[in-house]
């Protein structure tokens, strides 16, 4: 019971570093546009949880709360706007892979 007491700012912090790191690697390194919206969402996510650890542990703020919701906000609206554009992508290109559509570049 008390080591669960003992998680303190730098636990979430490693949490959220590692969350972060995970998202740009899968950013970085997926050629599929499903998983590359995955990957943005890990990094959103690794934001939403530094506001709400900081917002818990600085005294006198519940703005993090507030961001933490927008973002979640944020990251809804993005899922629905990208799904819809990797819909449109497949009904063209018949694939996902962001490698396939390289008629977008010109």
């Not at 007491?5 to 390194?29: K, P, Q």
């Not at 917002?55 to 961001?67: D, L, P, Y």
């Amino acid at each position: 019971m008390d080591a669960i007491m003992d998680v303190g700012l730098t636990h979430y912090l490693v949490v959220s570093a590692a969350l972060f790191a995970i998202g740009l690697f899968t950013v970085a390194t997926r050629t599929s546009a499903v998983a590359i919206l995955m990957g943005v969402e890990l990094l959103l996510n690794a934001a939403s949880i530094n506001f709400v650890a900081f917002s818990h542990f600085v005294e006198g703020g519940i703005g993090g709360q507030v961001f933490s919701v927008f973002i979640i906000v944020l990251a809804a609206a993005e899922a629905a706007v990208a799904l819809a554009i990797v819909l449109a992508v497949y009904r063209h290109f018949r694939s996902i892979d962001a490698d396939d559509t390289t008629m977008l570049h010109d």
